[in-house]
């Protein structure tokens, strides 16, 4: 079973910056994802990254999203430039491997001024 925790979500302006941090309970040799689900609306992925690094990002968060993966410490991060209010959500975590399934419990982004 693998257990995740984000981290990092607030409140924060337009225009604005967040860091995410999602920590595994145990190494993930897969995919690891960041997934969004804002009010009323169905769960959406953001971006992707494998165990060797290559990324995938939603159309909607190209050149303002970053993600990256640490192995060694088990945790994936989801850099968020350039907020809009658009992006309020919860942010959950996923990993995605031979392990199974799993999300975190989500935190939220709340983007406003």
């Known amino acids: 079973q693998v257990r995740l925790v984000e981290s990092g979500g607030g409140l924060v302006q337009p225009g604005g910056s967040l860091r995410l941090s999602c920590a595994a309970s145990?190494?993930?040799?897969?995919?690891m994802g960041w997934y969004r689900q804002a009010p009323g609306k169905e769960r959406e992925l953001v971006a992707s990254?494998?165990?060797?690094?290559?990324?995938n990002y939603a159309d909607s968060v190209k050149g303002r999203f970053t993600i990256s993966r640490d192995n060694a410490k088990n945790t994936v991060n989801l850099q968020i430039n350039s907020l809009k209010p658009e992006d309020t959500a919860v942010y959950y975590c996923r990993s995605t491997s031979t392990l199974g399934n799993y999300w975190g419990q989500g935190t939220q982004v709340t983007v406003s001024s």
């Open positions: 145990r190494s993930i040799f897969g995919i």
């Open positions: 990254i494998t165990y060797s690094g290559t990324s």
